[in-house]
């Protein structure tokens, strides 16, 4: 808890996210207390995310994607592309501009970025990878309510 206090306090802003950090790792810790007493721990469910607004920065622990790096140019081409996110399990996948997979119009149907959102969807709950949205605020609530699971963030939305 002391690192990442420490970390935290080196963050501006952002102090939703710095409560609901620092409740996932009070959790974590208090999971792992009652499993060295050989008490019973559900598993928890991923901490997925959405950060909507201005371009930030990621680290070279995050495996950072885009639409290029998941959507295909054919019917069949989508799937195996995103497949490839098992490279990110273990870790962070986040998906930059993720506003990028949802068509602007409705009406194209040579567009397979939906096909692309739903495959990051299916491995969402695998608790083998935590996932990042992020994305310009207005753009990013068109994905958001494209979707129930990812507009089902509630507080783990941060403009």
Do not use: C
């Not at 935290?8 to 060295?36: F, I, P, Q």
């Not at 195996?80 to 998906?95: D, M």
């Amino acid at each position: 808890m002391d690192e990442l206090e420490k970390e935290l306090s080196n963050l501006v802003g952002l102090h939703g996210l710095k409560l609901l950090l620092r409740k996932w790792a009070k959790g974590m810790l208090l999971d792992e207390r009652r499993r060295t007493l050989g008490l019973k721990v559900g598993t928890r469910r991923p901490p997925h995310m959405a950060f909507l607004g201005n371009p930030g920065t990621a680290t070279d622990k995050v495996t950072e994607v885009q639409r290029t790096d998941l959507v295909g140019e054919f019917v069949g081409h989508t799937g195996p592309k995103t497949r490839k996110l098992k490279e990110a399990e273990g870790g962070i996948l986040f998906v930059d501009e993720a506003y990028r997979l949802i068509p602007m119009q409705k009406s194209d149907d040579k567009d397979y970025g939906l096909e692309a959102l739903e495959e990051i969807m299916s491995v969402m709950d695998n608790g083998k990878l935590v996932v990042i949205f992020a994305g310009y605020s207005e753009p990013m609530k068109r994905v958001i309510s494209s979707n129930e699971e990812i507009g089902d963030f509630g507080d783990r939305k941060w403009e």
